[in-house]
């Protein structure tokens, strides 16, 4: 596996990509020094991740270039917890490795080694006398020893006569426990301090200062006496050279680009910009540099980022904004505290309507709690003021609602004022809040749809796409199955909204029918109206739109669809737009045209209206009693239908007055409802009198009369806002009938 992934350090100077190599050079020569009468020790100072082992195998690297080669030993003090096991294993590398180099004198070599190393190894006995030193010891266990000062004399002689130098690596000594940090300097200055040889440690200074320190003593000045102990051993200490920002963002990003090309993800071709002027790949190299550099300090985190990448890219491909997750995972690997609370607070990050934010204001709580946290996470964890300033410039790339919210934090992207959630889902952006889970989780909710099975609807027709739609639906639920098509509207084609078109309007028995006024404006049918009218006006030419038009009424499934679709097709051509219920994108139609469709929808409508009244054995005021006497009295009369409204209805209420009589009269009043409550019909409006006055004169009065009696009428016993009973809808009928001016002819609807 590329070292670039598991961590390896680097082995190959020509992929130093932080400008150590010459160090490195320069370190090699400084272990071949003339040989002095002691070892030359050589500590490599660096914090974890900042790339002391690659230093190390550039070092190695260059003295296998230099004449004569060295004897390398390298000691893994990791491998050997006891101080035992780390000495026998430096004396047999040391035994065989020079041994190869005085050739006949390397068995007496081996034997002088064995004799000296034997008393410090008592544990260790096997065999007969060899290059393995672990195997010599017993050999020699009942030999009359000649002193420890004699055996060092013979070893350092041979090394001396060897005319070899021995380099001996120790790396991640920071790593090891307090005991076998001793040990290894024990080593090194005690036990093998011999000629002719040099050691190469490489550690974090402070640790071992620190974990030295306590060994000798408890003062609160161990770190301080570990290091004057560390001064008496480490003759040439050398602080690695740092990385600069500029070259660890260049090698950070190279790696992320490497992930993106692995998923075959061109940052500026798979996705638009999130911000319209900008690249994705601006974007991203921008607030990556500002949000990153303060906490990109080593290789490793670099390296861990890029991990990161590799994992998270493949499981959520095609399914999220690939800079947005390129900047989350910063968060996660460079400000863990902050990624933790960002993915448990939905709701401080995302908005459902950013232009109503952004116009109307608002968010002071939630940009107050969302302060707060930050302030916490920041004291708690000892973010300094440059990494505050950073991850802020991180969440404000991802979050435009922050923006908005609080006008101190100036962002430097731009552009984040245009955004609306259309736009944003379009991008699948983290800040909308179809996608925020995405990018915590690694996956789609199981209650969702991917992009991956919504996209394959969008590009389907005829009966296949109508049962995507309802599977979609039973899914996502259908606003939320709208919404999303909503979204989408910018990037489909013309064929597409023909097909889509012809999709809706057939899945109209799926949207839930208005139950109150709140539900015409807001409710999920009026949200599928709006839809299926925006694909009508994105038809190309009159001739087209009208004949598409003419159709509407003959929605398969649910009259209130069409009757729904017929009253806003009328609002648009009086221009009659509200507050709740905004001007729909404008039909290339002129007058004429305009005439045409409502005078046939009208009349299809009617026509419908009065084939389900039929096929239910009902009158049509009792089978649409909401929408009736805009049937009955308004479209009715105005067409050459016959019969007409009171021959169809009269046969009805003389057959039944005591029950048609008063259901005839609720059908004709006026649709109320309160708040969210379901609809009602109040009592009847002064034209709605009219109109019946002039549609069948004395003939209705007659038959209230006959079921209210012959008492006399004062007035109407109930308020406008309340549903009238039967006997008070009876009482007001005839109060208006007795008491009310009949109007001039054109002042009747």
């Known amino acids: 596996m590329s070292s670039h992934l598991t961590d390896h350090p680097e082995s190959n100077p020509d992929r130093d990509s932080f400008n150590r190599h010459k160090f490195a050079q320069r370190l090699a020569r400084m272990l071949l020094l003339p040989a002095t009468t002691n070892s030359l020790v050589i500590g490599l100072y660096g914090k974890w991740g900042e790339g002391k082992s690659t230093v190390l195998h550039f070092v190695e690297h260059e003295l296998k270039r230099l004449e004569p080669h060295p004897v390398v030993i390298h000691l893994n003090p990791w491998r050997f917890p006891q101080e035992e096991q780390l000495l026998l294993d430096f004396f047999n590398q040391l035994a065989s490795s020079l041994g190869k180099s005085l050739k006949k004198k390397g068995e007496r070599f081996a034997e002088a080694v064995t004799k000296y190393a034997a008393p410090m190894i008592p544990t260790f006995s096997l065999g007969v006398a060899s290059t393995d030193v672990g195997k010599s010891l017993q050999a020699f266990g009942g030999i009359t020893q000649p002193g420890i000062e004699e055996l060092y004399q013979r070893v350092n002689h041979f090394i001396a006569e060897a005319k070899c130098r021995v380099v001996v690596v120790v790396d991640d000594i920071d790593r090891l426990e307090k005991q076998q940090i001793q040990a290894v300097f024990r080593l090194v200055k005690l036990t093998a301090n011999f000629s002719n040889t040099a050691y190469l440690l490489a550690f974090d200074e402070e640790m071992v200062a620190r974990a030295i320190g306590e060994v000798f003593t408890t003062s609160p000045n161990a770190q301080s006496d570990g290091r004057s102990f560390l001064e008496k051993i480490i003759q040439f200490p050398l602080r690695l050279p740092r990385a600069r920002s500029s070259d660890l ?77 390129l900047l989350v995972e910063a968060i996660n690997i460079f400000y863990p505290e902050v990624h933790s609370y960002v993915a448990t607070h939905q709701d401080v990050f995302t908005s459902q309507n950013l232009q109503i934010l952004r116009t109307l204001g608002g968010g002071a709580e939630t940009n107050a709690e969302l302060e707060g946290a930050l302030t916490n996470i920041f004291a708690d964890h000892h973010y300094t003021l440059e990494s505050q300033a950073a991850v802020r410039t991180l969440l404000k790339a991802l979050f435009p609602k922050l923006v908005i919210l609080a ?39 199981s209650d969702d749809v991917t992009d991956q099975e919504f996209n394959a609807f969008l590009q389907a027709d005829g009966a296949n796409q109508l049962g995507q739609f309802r599977n979609l639906t039973e899914r996502l639920g259908v606003p939320s199955a709208l919404t999303r098509i909503e979204y989408r509207f910018p990037d489909l084609s013309e064929g597409q909204h023909r097909a889509l ?199 209705l009065y007659e038959l209230a009369r006959s079921q209210f009696g012959l008492e006399p009428v004062e007035g109407v016993d109930f308020r406008e806002t309340e549903e009238p009973t039967p006997r008070q809808r009876l009482r007001q009928f005839i109060w208006l009938f007795e008491n009310r001016h009949m109007p001039e002819p054109s002042a009747v609807e």
């Open 407 to 445: 006008n101190n934090w100036v962002t430097p992207l731009g552009d984040s004022d245009t955004l609306d959630d259309g736009a944003l889902e379009r991008r699948r952006a983290i800040t909308s809040p179809r996608y925020f889970s995405r990018y915590f989780s690694y996956s789609v909710a």
């Open 501 to 699: 078109f012809t999709c809706l309007t057939n899945a109209a028995g799926l949207y839930c029918p208005p139950r109150s006024w709140d539900e015409v404006t807001n409710g999920e049918m009026s949200q599928a109206i709006k839809l299926v009218l925006h694909l009508l006006a994105s038809l190309p030419g009159a001739n087209e739109q009208v004949t598409t038009a003419q159709q509407l009424n003959d929605t398969p499934g649910s009259f209130e669809f069409a009757y729904l679709v017929n009253q806003r097709l009328h609002q648009q051509f009086e221009q009659r737009p509200s507050f709740w219920q905004p001007a729909l994108p404008k039909l290339a139609l002129a007058p004429s045209d305009w005439k045409q469709v409502l005078a046939s929808n009208a009349e299809s409508l009617l026509r419908r209206a009065l084939r389900e009244a039929d096929s239910t054995c009902m009158p049509l005021y009792r089978s649409k009693p909401f929408w009736a006497r805009k049937l009955m009295l308004t479209i009715w009369p105005k067409l050459n239908v016959s019969p007409g409204p009171a021959a169809y209805i009269l046969p009805f209420l003389q057959k039944n007055p005591t029950t048609e009589v008063v259901a005839f009269l609720e059908a004709c009043g006026d649709l109320a409802s309160g708040n969210d409550a379901p609809f009602y019909l109040t009592g009847l409006g002064v034209n709605t009198f009219d109109q019946l006055r002039t549609l069948f004169g004395r003939t």
């Open 249 to 325: 963002l260049t090698f950070c990003l190279a790696r992320v680009y490497e992930a993106l090309q692995e998923n075959d993800i061109q940052l500026d071709a798979k996705i638009t910009s999130l911000h319209s002027s900008q690249p994705n790949a601006e974007r991203f190299a921008q607030a990556f540099r500002q949000g990153v550099i303060p906490r990109l300090t080593t290789p490793r985190v670099a390296i861990r980022y890029a991990n990161a990448v590799r994992f998270s890219v493949p499981l959520l491909l095609d399914e999220i904004n690939p800079v947005d997750l």
